[in-house]
């Protein structure tokens, strides 16, 4: 019978438990998703094959991060089941159901609803891994091998981790309800609100806030001077300081609004600032987290996203896109395909120590090259024309790596000399063309046909600039294939997290809205009042969590050339999506608050 | 005449064509004088739920007409009907329904502050009214830190701060001791004689109800008796609404 009433209890309140159970689906998807990318070694091997022990650090970290606020997201999500089932429960009891009863029966609900959303997330988790594998891969470019949506590992710990948490939810739903009076459970909403007050201690926790809030944004930005100190430093006083902004602060803005009385008798002014005082004092842990891994989240977007830089920075140093020794003629169709601009050909003679080109020549021809050079801490590449005056520079700039390889020391000599040179004299071409980035691919084409052609051996290839932006292209893909996961895979946890926080307390916020209704508040306006406060709710820690990442990105000028460079680009995608979990929390929320008797 | 509430057969019917339908209110039909104090009595299920949300804009009849200050409320819309209550009607209602995050004087405030009144003319009326209800002392506690009857009577302020048409009480002393519901009731009483407040009050407390001028019984969804205290005395009247009541 009970288990009847149970199965009506849930499609009573269907709603409401299809967005608890696509919540849990989506955390156990993203779990999957993490899991099959950080325990994939082939893939990582593969991708980031230059930093391998590195990136598993960092995707190790991550883990252990997804795995903590997996958990607290259970948590919220949990209290949000208990919070509509609670009554429920009640009513059961009243009838006059065994507590023993009602314990089980909220512990085997609790755990066949984890288990069936983590089936699901899993399922939906390889459709996804593949999708947003693939999409990744071809709209940026990456060059990724090995990576699939199945994995079998990570479908067997995403079980084992999800069993284990919602088994112990399953036990502390149990454990509460059957503890809490009968009373208390049917009129939990009507339970007193406790006020704080303590006026010097506000202002001291706000101050020491700010302090220590300042103190870890200093110690990101010296990390040239703290060096590895600075991380912990920072992570313990930006903790420390975005609870302690949280829990005093806010809450003194709001008592300094509300003293404002022109402010505060305006509409629903002085409801929204008292609906946000009681909240800010219950949600100063979540903020905290949230604020955190909303910075988390972003600086990996942002960082993962400007390791493409590398390539970019990569392209710029050097100036011929293409090298091949010997008679073109061979490759006479391709380059036409190729759309060149520029082609110069020298000549240079080799023995076992030296290669020789005449400085004369390249002079003569006009040879162009990228000259390096180091300004504000950065790496600046200009084109230069090579002539008399500028030729004692070209050590410095990219037109060796025009010449062979392996063969001993480059001289550059005057005609006279190279015609002494005892060597055959052999030449090579040099080409420049119309757009790199779109022809690299058929370059590297090339590079093979000139590699597969049995003249004597040049180096490599035919390319240089083909084979290192392939290098830096490998790289930057890896991390930024990873920042996105990781930043993806954060976001939809602390958006989802902060969004069950809200609606757990919708059921207690009615009584609320259905009086200020029936005082003659219009519905238009109520609806203004619930998107300006959960607007706050979402706002405060997003920008807590910018600013965080403007001073965190400064840690990363040790391994990248602008951390700063095309910042809009993360932020936006960020924000964006951050806006789409408001707008749901928002309508879900007025769904609850606002509806009928 | 000087009517504020005309209320012209009145129905409303629950439940769609087709579908099982419930008749709550069958052509309720009453009038209220400016300055009078009027309980309506009834057991549950008679109705008188129904008819105060009709007559409180809260909900709208499947026929009949409401005047209150000769507007017909019955065809106002949506927002014509919120901004109707905001400024013509009062509400008393039995579990006090202040906002527990607000302190007294913005619970009080808050009618003024939806239409928009200007900050410094709110605070005055909310002074006087609190003057006036002796609750001057415990505008800035909150509502958790006062009494059940001292919250009813920050509810009341709420309910008067901006002199509406009409006081509605929806059993106003339900959830007071005997004591805090004998001052509520002398303060209503009390504000109907000095300031003609016009009250309107749904009870079946016999009690309570013996503190109004005439008392309307609702059975079935249709008003039957009328009981007028005309110059009893309250004790008197009380033993004629037991009467009236013992008779059904």
Not at chain 1, 402 to 416: K, M, Q
Request: a positive charge; charged letters at 20%.
């Amino acid at each position: 019978m009970l288990w009847k009433l149970s199965l009506t209890g849930i499609k009573s309140r269907f709603k409401d438990y299809a967005v608890l159970f696509s919540g849990l689906t989506l955390a156990a998807a993203i779990f999957y998703m993490f899991l099959t990318l950080a325990l994939n070694p082939s893939f990582l091997k593969d991708s980031v094959s230059l930093g391998y022990e590195t990136t598993q650090f960092v995707f190790s970290f991550g883990l252990v991060l997804l795995a903590i606020i997996t958990l607290v997201y259970i948590i919220y999500a949990n209290s949000f089941l208990l919070s509509m089932r609670k009554r429920d429960y009640g009513t059961y009891m009243m009838l006059g159901a065994k507590n023993r009863k009602i314990s089980r029966l909220i512990f085997v609900e609790t755990l066949v609803i984890g288990i069936l959303a983590t089936l699901l997330g899993i399922v939906i988790g390889i459709g996804l891994t593949q999708v947003i594998s693939n999409l990744l891969i071809s709209q940026l470019g990456l060059v990724i091998h090995h990576f699939v949506g199945f994995y079998f590992p990570a479908v067997l710990w995403t079980i084992i981790f999800f069993a284990i948490l919602f088994f112990l939810a399953a036990s502390w739903n149990s454990l509460k309800l059957t503890k809490s009076s009968l009373i208390s459970l049917l009129h939990e909403d009507q339970q007193p609100v406790h006020i704080m007050r303590h006026k010097g201690l506000l202002l001291f926790k706000a101050i020491a806030g700010l302090v220590l809030l300042a103190v870890g944004y200093w110690a990101m930005s010296t990390v040239q001077m703290l060096n590895l100190t600075s991380i912990p430093l920072a992570l313990v006083t930006i903790v420390a300081g975005s609870y302690l902004i949280f829990a005093s602060f806010f809450t003194a803005t709001i008592d300094l609004l509300r003293k404002n009385s022109n402010y505060t008798f305006k509409g629903l002014h002085a409801f929204s600032l008292g609906q946000l005082k009681f909240r800010i004092n219950a949600y100063n842990r979540i903020l905290t987290i949230v604020s955190l891994l909303f910075a988390l989240a972003l600086g990996a977007i942002t960082v993962g996203l400007n390791f493409n830089n590398l390539t970019a920075q990569n392209l710029e140093s050097q100036y011929y896109d293409i090298v091949i020794p010997g008679d073109t003629k061979p490759y006479k169709a391709e380059l036409k395909q190729l759309g060149v601009t520029d082609s110069k050909s020298f000549s240079f003679k080799n023995n076992n120590a030296h290669v020789y080109v005449s400085k004369d020549e390249i002079i003569r021809k006009g040879f162009k090259a990228k000259l390096f050079s180091v300004k504000n801490g950065q790496a600046h590449y200009t084109e230069i024309t090579l002539n008399q005056k500028n030729f004692a520079k070209i050590y410095s700039t990219d037109f060796d790596t025009n010449l062979p390889r392996g063969y001993g020391e480059v001289t550059y000599v005057s005609d006279a000399k190279f015609k002494q040179v005892k060597a055959p004299t052999r030449t090579a071409t040099v080409y420049k063309v119309a757009d790199f980035l779109k022809n690299w691919k058929a370059i590297s084409k090339l590079e093979k046909k000139t590699l597969n052609a049995k003249t004597e051996r040049y180096w490599n290839g035919a390319s240089p600039k083909v084979f290192n932006h392939q290098a830096a292209m490998t790289l930057a893909s890896g991390f930024e294939f990873m920042g996105f996961f990781l930043g993806l895979a954060f976001l939809a946890m602390l958006a989802s997290t902060l969004m069950f926080k809200v609606l757990s307390g919708a059921s207690g916020d009615r009584p609320r809205y259905q009086m200020l209704w029936k005082i003659g508040t219009r519905t238009k306006l109520l609806k203004q009042s619930i998107a300006k406060e959960i607007g706050i709710l979402f706002a405060l820690p997003a920008a807590l969590g910018i600013i965080d990442v403007l001073f965190g990105l400064q840690f990363f000028k040790l391994l990248l050339p602008d951390p700063y460079d095309k910042i809009w680009i993360p932020f936006t995608i960020f924000i964006v999506l951050y806006l789409l979990y408001y707008l749901l929390t928002v309508k879900l929320y007025e769904g609850i608050v606002l509806k009928k008797d | 005449m000087n009517e504020i509430l005309n209320v012209e057969q009145l129905t409303k019917t629950y439940g769609k064509k087709g579908e099982k339908q419930y008749q709550a209110l069958k052509g309720v039909s009453f009038k209220l004088q400016k300055g009078e104090f009027v309980g309506i009595m009834g057991a549950s299920g008679s109705g008188k739920t129904t008819l105060l949300n009709i007559l409180s804009t809260m909900d709208k009849p499947t026929s009949g007409k409401v005047f209150i200050n000769s507007q017909d409320i019955t065809s106002l819309n949506k927002n014509q009907m919120a901004d109707f209550r905001g400024k013509e009607i009062g509400f008393i209602f039995q579990d006090f329904n202040l906002l527990e995050n607000l302190s007294n004087r913005e619970n009080i405030a808050l009618p003024l502050a939806l239409q928009n009144v200007k900050a410094r003319l709110i605070n005055d009326k909310v002074e006087e009214i609190a003057n006036k209800l002796g609750i001057t002392q415990i505008l800035d506690k909150y509502p958790a830190e006062i009494s059940g009857g001292q919250k009813q009577r920050v509810a009341s302020a709420r309910a008067l701060v901006h002199n509406p048409a009409i006081l509605y009480g929806d059993e106003p002393t339900g959830a007071l001791d005997s004591k805090s519901a004998t001052e509520l009731l002398t303060t209503m009483s009390k504000l109907n004689k000095e300031d003609q407040v016009s009250i309107l009050m749904v009870t079946h407390d016999p009690y309570s109800a013996s503190y109004a001028d005439r008392i309307l019984f609702i059975k079935d969804g249709k008003i039957g008796n009328e009981l007028r205290k005309e110059n009893q005395s309250r004790e008197d009247f009380y033993q004629a609404i037991i009467a009236e009541l013992g008779r059904r």
